[in-house]
Nanobody
């Protein structure tokens, strides 16, 4: 079973940048598809970006394309989300998630993922 710990959230002005990181432990990291999801108050959890086991395939939801970049380092057991050109509507709790799979695809739905971190708050002021 993998444990996930996110870091890097905070308060930033609109147009600014943040980099979120998620460190995994307890299992072989490259066996997991990884994803970033977010949940704003009163809204459902939604996909942000996901990445396949060896980083060959990525998925971005439409509202972050061109602004966010997901990456992973299997040697360091980390997955990161670089967020640029942040908007107030990006304000949410961001979660790192993992799915154990032999497949080399980037699963896109939150319901596909088995393990979750505790979340990190991102607040973008206007």
């Amino acid at each position: 079973q993998v444990q996930l710990v996110e870091s890097g959230g905070g308060l930033v002005q609109a147009g600014g940048s943040l980099r979120l990181s998620c460190t995994a432990s307890g299992s072989t990291f490259s066996n997991y598809v990884m994803g970033w999801f977010r949940q704003a108050p009163g809204k459902e959890r939604e996909s942000v970006a996901t990445i396949s086991r060896y980083g060959m395939t990525t998925y971005y939801t439409d509202f972050v394309k061109g602004r966010f970049t997901i990456s992973r380092d299997n040697a360091k057991n980390t997955v990161s989300l670089q967020m640029n050109s942040l908007k107030p509507e990006d304000t949410a709790v961001y979660y790192c998630a993992a799915k154990l799979t032999p497949r080399t695809v980037a699963f896109t739905r939150a319901n596909d993922y088995d393990y979750w971190g505790q979340g990190t708050q991102v607040t973008v002021s206007s």
